[in-house]
């Protein structure tokens, strides 16, 4: 595609439940970030790959978020054991460079 | 500890005029700047940029300004335009963090009124 595209857009997770948060990247980037942005504020970094290998991880906020990208391309953040303080949106951005990082819409989560 | 700060949360220019985004950040490793826009309900979106070796990065009616000794940068929109009204992020890569992470600010919502 054209853009980097992040699904769902939109997830209710009850507290406890795992859930699983897709991104397709720009076709042919190396780079692939995820970031969570709470409400009123500016996303915050939680994880870089450069493609397969998962280079930076110092963002992640606590052993329940993982996040994977096997085959350097396709990405997924899992959070598992869902806590209200989870809910944010979830964004992801991919790029040739940090200094061109393109991000797709994001998935907004809500832990009720 | 906020690195990069937007003390603004808001800001409300008449159309035509000059809009002025603020920000500054503490860390003196920093050495690349980035200002992002962001629409609701969808990602960010890479505006300008500047390098630390810069102190002006000009294209078309965006302008950045960076004040490494003020560590103070700034974003001038001139003439502002309806379409411009928007949540303007800045962001700083570099030093101990590595290149390849953003650091935000919290962001300044910018309202162009007709």
Redesign the interface.
Known sequence: GAG?SQSPRYKVAKRGQDVALRCDPISGHV?L?W?QQAL??????LT?F?NEAQ??KS?LPSDRFFAERPEGSVSTLKIQRTQQEDSAVY?C?SSHR?????????TRLTVV | DQQ?K?NSPSLSVQEGRISILNCDYTNSMFD?F?W?KKYP??????LI?ISSIKDKNEDGRFTVFLNKSAKHLSLHIVPSQPGDSAVY?C?A?GGVQ??????????TRLTINP
Do not use: M, N, R
Request: proline share 4%.
């Open positions: 980097v780079s970030f970031y009123g504020q500016g996303p915050e970094f870089y450069q280079l930076d963002g964004l951005a940090v200094t061109e990082a393109f991000f797709g819409q994001g | 990069v937007q690349y980035l992002y309900a969808e990602g960010p979106t890479f940029s992020f962001a890569s590595g290149a390849q992470k953003l650091v935000f600010g919290q962001g």
